[in-house]
Nanobody, 118 residues
Framework: QVQLVESGGGLVEAGGSLRLSCAAS????????MGWYRRAPGKERELVAQ???????AYADSVKGRFTISRDNAKSTVYLQMNSLKPEDTAVYYC????????????WGQGTQVTVSS
């Protein structure tokens, strides 16, 4: 089992920045992927960014060049640095973890609201 605690959402003006954090506990040493998804009002949930063991970070086209995902293995924490925020980035952001390698299970955080005003 993996437990996730997110922080860092909030209200920001367009062009501003926010940093999301997600700390994993429990069986965090067996995590194979950590990332962020988001769901905007009236839209499907979409992948924002993800770090998978052995692979380069992956980003949605809409956030490339503006968002950066990073992971602190010692703290079992994943971060999402969001710069040059746009109103269309407004959504609930969910931390996602996949663990373990054999018979993986998807774990989700509680979600944190990001609102970008124009």
């Amino acid at each position: 089992q993996v437990q996730l605690v997110e922080s860092g959402g909030g209200l920001v003006e367009a062009g501003g920045s926010l940093r999301l954090s997600c700390a994993a506990s429990g069986s965090s040493s067996s995590i194979i992927a950590m990332g962020w998804y988001r769901r905007a009002p009236g839209k499907e949930r979409e992948l924002v960014a993800q770090i998978t063991i052995g692979l380069s970070p992956a980003y949605a086209d809409s956030v490339k060049g503006r968002f950066t995902i990073s992971r602190d293995n010692a703290k079992s924490t994943v971060y999402l640095q969001m710069n040059s925020l746009k109103p269309e980035d407004t959504a609930v952001y969910y931390c996602h973890v996949r663990s373990p390698l054999i018979a993986p299970v998807d774990y989700w955080g509680q979600g944190t609201q990001v609102t970008v005003s124009s």
